[in-house]
């Protein structure tokens, strides 16, 4: 098994940025595409950015290009999503995600976090 623990959300005021972590223990994720996803009160879960192993040619939904970048930190086990010039549409719970492979629906995925709530106010 998988666990998934984020942390780092919070309420950040419109232009902010915040920097959310996702630690994984449990059984090796080599090979493994991590991913973020979020999703608001009455909304699909969707996909935000997803990285691969190799880290090479992340992906990001086109609502967040050019202001979100996901990274992983292979020695710590951990991905990051940072979050710039924040929006209030960004609110949403925001969940971290493993799979073998890439995919944007949300039930594709093998593991989950809990998610943690990131608030932007305008």
């Known amino acids: 098994q998988v666990q998934l623990v984020e942390s780092g959300g919070g309420l950040v005021q419109a232009g902010g940025s915040l920097r959310l972590s996702c630690v994984a223990s449990?059984?090796?994720?080599?090979?493994?595409?991590m991913a973020w996803f979020r999703q608001a009160p009455g909304k699909d879960r969707e996909l935000v950015a997803a990285i691969s192993w190799s880290g090479s040619s992340p992906y990001y939904a086109d609502a967040v290009k050019g202001r979100f970048t996901i990274s992983r930190d292979y020695a710590k086990n951990t991905v990051y999503l940072q979050m710039n010039s924040l929006k209030p549409e960004d609110t949403s719970v925001y969940y971290c995600?493993?799979?073998?492979?890439?995919?944007?629906?949300?039930?594709?995925?093998?593991?989950w976090g809990q998610g943690t709530q990131v608030t932007v106010s305008s």
């Open positions: 449990g059984r090796s994720l080599i090979g493994y595409i």
């Open positions: 995600a493993a799979n073998r492979v890439m995919a944007t629906q949300a039930p594709s995925y093998d593991y």
